[in-house]
């Protein structure tokens, strides 16, 4: 079964009655010597994904900004840096990422936000970021007073909203004029010819995010139309924008069964290509979950294996401050035992230790037998795992690992109790 999932997922079984693989590296060992719940990243995989959108937008000037959100951790952005990513940010603390693993690709790096702050955009300003894609007429009005401050020119995009649907979960779907995101595209003509008069401030370009996990090219299609419509009339006004920012949002399969990425990635990309029309500027996108979902897993002991009325509870040292995908968006992540054992699959929930019914994994799902002890992976974690982590329950947060062929990083070391309890006074 695994096996036909190698082409979307960087775990296998080398062979029957192995251990699940990631790369020359046994998840088993892994556990081993870095303990359980464990981040395992694959950084192949992400390189190999960074190259599908290279390849497939390779006739047009063009720049992948990995969104950071997706999956922050250093030694990854380091990673896209050395590969030529630029990346999408949204918090000055995403600035410091950027800035700590790979300086040198500030100019490269958009600022996306609702809510950016003074303090966030000087920091953005001094450090040279590329543009700040803006999504309130006020936030334009702040721009420009600390552009001017600065005598720092801004280049921005303006962040529209082009009212387009995107079928995803309705917490991550923005595209729509009832959310809170980005300028209602009819209003942004006028914004550019007032901003264009502005000496601190540079129209660079247009931006558009319409959702997350969308799974069809369809809409992204329909969105960049829009866009392209408005660039021409800006270019009527005398205003030639030089990038056309067509976020984030390229969706992956979680579901077990084959998923062809390039295919994907190229029907993406001429959807967008095609909506583009005549414009001869540059196309920045904004991926995140593309490119790291599927190159990680969640490695979770079992710790005990219960029973309730009809119901079977697998119960995993890893739980929903580790992961909160499930309990969140009712997310669906493919748990496999990472040594199979022989035997018939049970319908059980796999949950985690956290005081809270929403703590779960799976809810009545046929998973191959496991016992107390035994190792899972949850796949398909790479994106939104870590960074929407806490230390609810008072939990360190899981190390990470990154493993390139046979090589094994420690990207970050599990936290101490020390760590939890170092900001606070008795
Ligand atoms: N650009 C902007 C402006 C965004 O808001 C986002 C994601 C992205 C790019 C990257 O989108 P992606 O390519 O990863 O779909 N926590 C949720 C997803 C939230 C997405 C937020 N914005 C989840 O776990 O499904």
Redesign the pocket.
């Known amino acids: 079964m695994i096996k036909q999932e190698t082409s979307s997922r960087p775990f296998f079984y080398p062979q029957p009655g192995a251990a699940l693989h990631c790369g020359g590296v046994s998840l088993e060992s892994m556990a081993r010597r870095f303990d359980t719940p464990l981040y395992v990243y694959s950084a192949d995989q992400i390189v190999e994904r960074l190259r599908l959108f290279e390849q497939a937008l390779a006739g047009r000037e063009h720049l992948v900004c990995y969104?950071v959100?997706?999956n922050s951790a250093l030694a990854i952005l380091k990673l896209l840096a050395e590969n030529g990513a630029g990346f999408?940010i949204?918090s000055g603390g995403e600035l410091e990422r950027v800035l700590a693993a790979a300086p040198e690709a500030v100019g490269r790096v958009v600022f996306?936000g609702v809510g950016k702050t003074a303090a966030e955009i000087d920091l953005a300003l001094k450090a040279g970021i590329l543009a700040f894609?803006v999504e309130s007429e006020a936030e334009l009005k702040l721009l420009a007073a600390r552009a001017r401050k600065h005598t720092i020119r801004a280049r921005f995009a303006l962040r529209v909203n082009p009212d387009v649907f995107a079928e995803t979960h309705p917490y991550?779907s923005?595209g729509l004029r009832e959310h809170k995101f980005g300028i209602d595209i009819r209003r942004a003509l006028g914004i550019y010819k007032s901003a264009a008069k502005e000496r601190w401030l540079e129209p660079h370009g247009v931006s558009v995010?319409i959702g997350?996990?969308i799974r069809s090219a369809e809409p992204f299609g329909a969105a960049i139309e829009r866009v392209s419509k408005l660039v021409r009339q800006l270019r009527r006004e005398g205003i030639e924008l030089q990038t056309v920012n067509a976020?984030?949002?390229?969706g992956v399969d979680y579901h077990a069964g084959a998923f062809d990425a390039a295919a994907k990635v190229e029907e993406y990309a001429a959807a967008i290509e095609d909506a583009l029309g005549d414009f001869e500027g540059r196309l920045l996108i904004?991926?995140?979950?593309?490119l790291v979902a599927q190159a990680g897993a969640l490695v979770a002991r079992v710790l005990y294996v219960k029973r309730n009325g009809k119901k079977t509870f697998v119960i995993t040292d890893a739980a929903m401050n580790d992961l909160i995908?499930p309990a969140l968006?009712q997310?669906w992540h493919e748990i496999v035992p990472v040594r199979p054992r022989a035997g018939k699959a049970r319908v059980v929930d796999v949950v985690g230790p956290i005081c809270e019914t929403g703590d779960f994994f799976a809810r009545d799902r046929k998973l191959a037998p496991v016992l107390p002890g035994d190792l899972v992976a949850l796949l398909d974690a790479g994106?939104?795992g870590m960074t929407?982590s806490s230390n609810y329950n008072t939990r360190p947060r899981p190390a990470e690992v990154l493993i390139e062929g046979k090589k094994v990083r420690l990207i970050r070391r599990r936290e101490t109790m020390a760590d939890l309890l170092a900001p606070e006074v008795v």
Do not use: W
């Open positions: 969104s959100k997706a999408d949204v996306s894609n991550i923005t995010h997350s996990q976020g984030g949002g390229l904004e991926p995140g979950r593309f995908r968006y997310a994106a939104y929407q």
